[in-house]
């Protein structure tokens, strides 16, 4: 009979931890042997010695963290392959949440936990979609766990701001969002819709849009937001991060119209509170619905939950028969741009995704 993955996947300080592996998977500290789901900055930090991920997240460190802090051995594992390490192998699979993130999938003596690290179902152009992968335990997000999360499709929400361009040609349009994976996202799929005219972007967004188009990822003509030239932004569409769409920066463009693209835009009162007139609701993290199919899905009798609305989704599984267990993993869900925006009173700390 296979060993229980409890007995040998173990949450320590540091994070989820394979002890015959002897690696942590998305560390929150330096470790000797990191396994990184995706880039974002609550599961890619720096200073570990060996870093395991896919080509992309590999490049996307580098870009983020610098050479040296993105891990001094990185090896590459791609989807498909496998590298066995003390034994454990493990496997990468498409997770759908951004360009490069990989559920992470490890067996070992037969018994089989896949971590998904943070994933959505919807379609993404800018990244593969997620594959389920059958599994003794499975390790899911719960960033948007509550029912009254139910996304919208993306497409109608892209055009609804292009109605709001069409409606008010003498306005630009700044739109909030998180530089890795929701930024390159939009761009897609306004490119989908047929917006071909350039993109604006605030500087912060430039470097990430370029290493996408880099790794194969096209974007179309991008071009830098500069304030000082306020009349040629009229009619235009500027994405920015959500910290600088709350500031001065956007106030001086051209009779500014502030969106925001996010799965929290779903919370109408956080819109208002953060002064958005237009919130998108275009999420990187499965929605309440997501959620539960997946974890239908992938099969697994026992699901662990690392961090987000783990009780409902527990509760919500225990119903159909699936145990559930709560991590309580910290430093996820933390991701720096929206820690710094306003956040309405009346919502708990704890519920915060920023690059969701
Ligand atoms: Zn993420
Ligand atoms: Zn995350």
């Known amino acids: 009979m296979p060993p229980h993955p409890e007995t040998w996947l173990r949450v320590t300080p540091e994070g989820l931890h394979c002890l015959p592996g002897g690696f942590t998977i998305d560390p929150v500290r330096p470790v000797g042997r990191a396994v990184i789901t995706h880039g974002h900055g609550d599961h890619a930090r720096p200073g570990h010695a060996a870093v395991l991920a896919t080509p992309e997240t590999l490049a996307i460190m580098r870009a983020r963290l610098g050479e040296g802090r993105a891990g001094e ?7 498909g392959e496998e590298v066995v390490q003390n034994g454990v192998r493990i496997r990468a699979a498409p997770a759908g949440h951004v360009l490069g993130s990989a559920q992470i999938c490890l067996e070992w003596q037969g018994s089989r936990a896949v971590v998904s ?8 152009p800018t990244c593969a979609p997620f594959e ?5 335990v499975f390790v899911t997000e719960a960033t948007f766990g509550l029912p009254i999360f139910c996304h919208p499709p993306p497409e109608g929400e892209i055009a609804r701001l292009l109605r709001s361009v069409a409606l008010f040609p003498e306005r630009t349009h700044v739109v909030g969002c998180y530089a890795l994976g929701k930024c390159q ?8 819709a047929g917006w071909d005219r350039p993109i604006h972007l605030h500087g ?4 990430l849009c370029a290493l996408y188009e880099q790794l194969g990822v096209k974007l179309g003509e991008l071009r830098p937001a500069t304030v000082a030239d306020k009349a040629s932004l009229r009619g235009a569409i500027v994405l920015a991060p959500p910290s600088a769409v709350a500031d001065r920066w956007a106030r001086r463009l051209a009779e500014p119209v502030v969106a925001v693209a996010s799965g929290w835009m779903r919370v109408r009162q956080r819109a208002r509170l953060r002064g958005v007139e237009l919130p998108l609701v275009v999420s990187d993290h499965a929605d309440w619905p997501e959620l539960n199919r997946t974890v239908d899905e992938v099969g697994a009798p026992e699901v662990w939950v690392t961090h987000g609305r783990d ?25 720096e741009e929206d820690a710094a925006a306003p956040r309405p009173a009346a919502e708990p700390a704890t519920a915060e995704g920023a690059e969701a």
């Open 204 to 207: 912060a967004l430039m470097s």
């Open 311 to 335: 009780d409902a989704l527990i509760h919500a599984m225990a119903k159909r028969g699936i145990r559930g267990r709560a991590l309580h993993l910290i430093g996820l869900g933390e991701e």
């Open 185 to 192: 996202r939009l761009i897609a799929l306004l490119r989908e």
């Open 73 to 79: 051995a990185q090896q590459a594992i791609r989807p």
């Open 117 to 124: 690290g943070d994933y959505k179902r919807m379609r993404d």
């Open 132 to 136: 389920p992968v059958p599994c003794d």
